[in-house]
Antibody, heavy 120, light 108 residues
């Protein structure tokens, strides 16, 4: 069965960086696009960026340009999201999500979420 | 960037009632690219509807989606106890995705 398992919670100081992993299984990794979405406490969903299947091309939301990097390790079927220059308002649950290459742009499977707390 | 505005912010209804949730886009949305998600506390979102009106695998037929252009609707025909949650619409265009701010469906 399809699974997306994320790394554990992180506590970071302002100005630091965090790298969250998303280990996938149960499907052909390179055939699916991967996205990252975050959710601040009590708030809605915010799309951060994606990595296209096969090509590995990435695109990021304007709000995160220059601070976020999505990478992958196909041999390990894992995708990563690194966020730099952390601020207190980056405190959120970060999700990875799978996007089938069918043109609908839907997110059919999600990771369980990783809480990143930014605090001095 | 297309902005999605959901209304109402909160919907207070009783089990068995009909829920109608609205999602309005700041500009026209491709009909393939409008989806709806359900999220319960402490859980990741779950895909309900994609391509405006197609139900995802395993989603009961009391959930339906409709609309076109800039106005879209998620309807829950008869609310079950497990349907009380937050619902988000989502769209993508030009390789950028956005979500609405969510509608909370709460028990009256």
């Amino acid at each position: 069965q399809v699974q997306l398992v994320q790394s554990g919670a992180e506590v970071k100081k302002p100005g630091a960086s965090v790298k969250v992993s998303c280990k996938t299984s149960g499907y052909t990794f390179i055939d699916y696009h991967m996205h990252w979405v975050r959710q601040a406490p009590g708030q809605g969903l915010e799309w951060m960026g994606w990595m296209q299947a096969k090509s590995g091309v990435t695109k990021y939301a304007q709000n995160f340009q220059g601070r976020v990097t999505i990478t992958n390790a196909p041999s390990d079927t894992t995708v990563y999201m690194e966020l730099t220059s952390l601020r207190s308002d980056d405190t959120a649950v970060y999700y990875c999500a799978r996007d089938p290459p069918d043109g609908y742009g839907l997110f059919d499977y999600w990771g369980q979420g990783t809480l990143v707390t930014v605090s001095s | 960037e297309i902005v999605l505005t959901q209304s109402p912010g909160t919907l207070s209804l009783s089990p068995g009632e009909r829920a109608t949730l609205s999602c309005r886009a700041s500009q026209s949305v491709n009909s393939r690219s409008l989806a709806w998600y359900q999220q319960k506390p402490g859980q990741a979102p779950r895909l309900l509807i994609y391509g405006v009106s197609s139900r995802a695998t395993g989603i009961p037929d009391r959930f339906s989606g409709s609309g076109s252009g800039t106005d879209f609707t998620l309807t829950i025909s008869r609310l079950e106890p497990e349907d009380f949650a937050v619902y988000y619409c989502q769209q993508f265009g030009s390789s950028l995705w956005t979500f609405g701010q969510g509608t909370k469906v709460e028990i009256k």
